[in-house]
Structures are given as structure tokens and as C-alpha cells.
């Protein structure tokens, strides 16, 4: 059983297009995030979710919103795609301060 | 403002050698710290985690860390690497708040030639 598992595994597309990007967890955890890894392998937090409620917002432009229909849900829609966009994006769970990350979906944007 | 930094960003050693990858991290208060692996084409698994007790922390696969508070270092060790061990490493900390929020280093790189 997949504890955390996000789709796509990778996503191609254009400048200027709309995408999003999908994750479930059943670990039963309260709290979802968004992590951002940089192609220098840099881990940075993007966002943060408890019970569906957003707690973190790490300065990430407003054509990122992420979406939280129900606890085990965290989805990403990302608004008009920039170059600088491209990089791996993985969802985690946590509880007492331990994270459960996904495999990642790496997007790149041409 | 918390910030983790990772000595050694490329290292090569050779089956059975002895690893030991630095981490420090900036911050004054109680910190929770943990080693997460990224094998290729993986996700990001928990290695092992410091939250209070005994500094020297033993997690899977023959990994340990010592927390040394004094130095703000929480370096990953292994008496005797294997090829199977080739991964990014990544430390990581958090307020001691119990979130989520966690404050990445920027990775070292490990290579061990068979």
C-alpha cells in the first residue's frame, strides 16, 4: 500500500499553460504539504494544510493554489507555467514532526 | 532565521569505507533533527530522527547520528558503506514545534564504487 501518492510521476507542458497536480495520502495524518526541489536539489517548503485548513504559505506566487477537498487530499494547481517552474514537486504527510513524503512528480516546463 | 548547511556536497568512497557527512544547523532554541535519503528515482525517506533523549540516534540500514549541541552539528556516520548506499542525503530541522516545517540542507551526494 502506497502511503503517500501523488500523479503524475512527470508532467511536460508548455509556457503559460494551467496544471495540477494530485495527492492522496491514507496514512490518516491531519497535515499535508507542498515541497519544491530545485534542479540544485533543493528541498523548500511550499505549503501547508491541516484538516483541510492552509497554515503555511512560504512566499510562493499566487499562481500556485493549492486545493484541499477533505484531509487525505492535497492537490496542486499551478496558473500560467513559467520556465522557472520546472522542478520536483513532492507532497508529504506528517504527524509529531515526521514526514511521509510522495515520489515526487517532476514537471518540466518548455 | 533557521538555516541547515551540509559540509560535503559530492563524495566518492569506495565499498566498506567509513562515512561521515556533516551537518550544522542555526538555531538557538530546541530543534528536532532528522537524516532523510534519496535514493535514485526515489522518494525522500526518513534515515533517522533526533527529538530529545540519548544524542546518539541509530536508524535503518547501519546509520547513525550524534547530536552535539554545543556545535549545532548533527553529522550521519556509517562504520562501512555499500554500493547500495549511493543517494542523496539530506539533513533536516524544525523548531522543536512538532510540524511539518522542516528546513532542508542542500544535499550531499554519495557515490560508492563497488
Known amino acids: 500500500d502506497t502511503a503517500v501518492s501523488q500523479t503524475p510521476k512527470y508532467l511536460v507542458t508548455q509556457m503559460g499553460n494551467d496544471k495540477s497536480i494530485k495527492c492522496e495520502q491514507n496514512?490518516?495524518?491531519?497535515?499535508m504539504y507542498w515541497y519544491k526541489q530545485d534542479s540544485k536539489k533543493f528541498l523548500k517548503i511550499m505549503f501547508s494544510?491541516?484538516?483541510?485548513?492552509?497554515?503555511i504559505n512560504e512566499t510562493v506566487p499566487n499562481r500556485f493554489s493549492p486545493k484541499s477537498p477533505d484531509k487525505a487530499h492535497l492537490n496542486l494547481h499551478i496558473n500560467s507555467l513559467e520556465l522557472g517552474d520546472s522542478a520536483v514537486y513532492f507532497c508529504?504527510?506528517?504527524?509529531?514532526?515526521?514526514?511521509?513524503f510522495g515520489s515526487g512528480t517532476q514537471l518540466s516546463v518548455l | 532565521a533557521q538555516s541547515v548547511s551540509q559540509h560535503n556536497h559530492h563524495v566518492i568512497l569506495s565499498e566498506a569505507a567509513s562515512l561521515e557527512l556533516g551537518c550544522n544547523y542555526s538555531?538557538?532554541?530546541?530543534?528536532?533533527l532528522f537524516w532523510y535519503v534519496q535514493y535514485p528515482g526515489q522518494h525522500l525517506q526518513l534515515l533517522l530522527k533526533?527529538?530529545?533523549?540519548?544524542?546518539l540516534v541509530k536508524g535503518i540500514k547501519g546509520f547513525e547520528a550524534e547530536f552535539i549541541k554545543s556545535k549545532f552539528s548533527f553529522n550521519l556516520r556509517k562504520p562501512s558503506v555499500q554500493w547500495s548506499d549511493t543517494a542523496e542525503y539530506f539533513c533536516?530541522?524544525?523548531?522543536?514545534?512538532?510540524?511539518?516545517?522542516?528546513?532542508f540542507g542542500q544535499g550531499t551526494t554519495l557515490q560508492v564504487k563497488p
Open positions: 494544510y491541516n484538516n483541510k485548513e492552509l497554515i
Open positions: 533536516a530541522v524544525n523548531a522543536g514545534s512538532n510540524t511539518g516545517k522542516l528546513i
Open positions: 538555531y538557538g532554541g530546541t530543534v528536532n
Open positions: 496514512l490518516g495524518h491531519d497535515t
Open positions: 533526533y527529538f530529545s533523549g540519548d544524542p
Open positions: 508529504a504527510s506528517s504527524i509529531t514532526g515526521r514526514l511521509f
